[in-house]
Nanobody, 128 residues
Framework: QVQLVESGGGLVQAGGSLRLSCAAS????????MGWFRQAPGKEREFVAA????????HYADSVLGRFTISRDNAKNTLWLQMNSLTPGDTAVYYC?????????????????????WGQGTQVTVSS
């Protein structure tokens, strides 16, 4: 099993940027495909981005494409989500998620059931 701890959330004005981190411990980090999800108040948790085991493949939700970048450093056991041009619509609790490989391509991993380990989340609030 892998343990995941997110950090880096906070309050930012619209148009600003934040970088979220997810620190992993436990099983070999490079063995996991990783993803970011978010959940806004009153809404279901939704897919944001995913990355393959060694970072060669990434996949994004249409709503964040071109604004967010997912990346990882397996030597540091860390996943990141760089978020630029933030809008109030990006306000949510952001969760990192992991799925032990092999399996489906990250391009097809967009639902909660595609991942089986989750962090506790970090709050991102974007003010207008």
């Amino acid at each position: 099993q892998v343990q995941l701890v997110e950090s880096g959330g906070g309050l930012v004005q619209a148009g600003g940027s934040l970088r979220l981190s997810c620190a992993a411990s436990g099983r070999t980090f490079s063995g996991y495909k990783m993803g970011w999800f978010r959940q806004a108040p009153g809404k279901e948790r939704e897919f944001v981005a995913a990355i393959s085991r060694f970072g060669a493949t990434t996949h994004y939700a249409d709503s964040v494409l071109g604004r967010f970048t997912i990346s990882r450093d397996n030597a540091k056991n860390t996943l990141w989500l760089q978020m630029n041009s933030l809008t109030p619509g990006d306000t949510a609790v952001y969760y990192c998620a992991a799925k032990w490989a092999p399996g489906r391509s990250v391009s097809a991993m967009t639902t909660l059931n595609d991942f089986d380990s989750w962090g506790q989340g970090t709050q991102v609030t974007v003010s207008s």
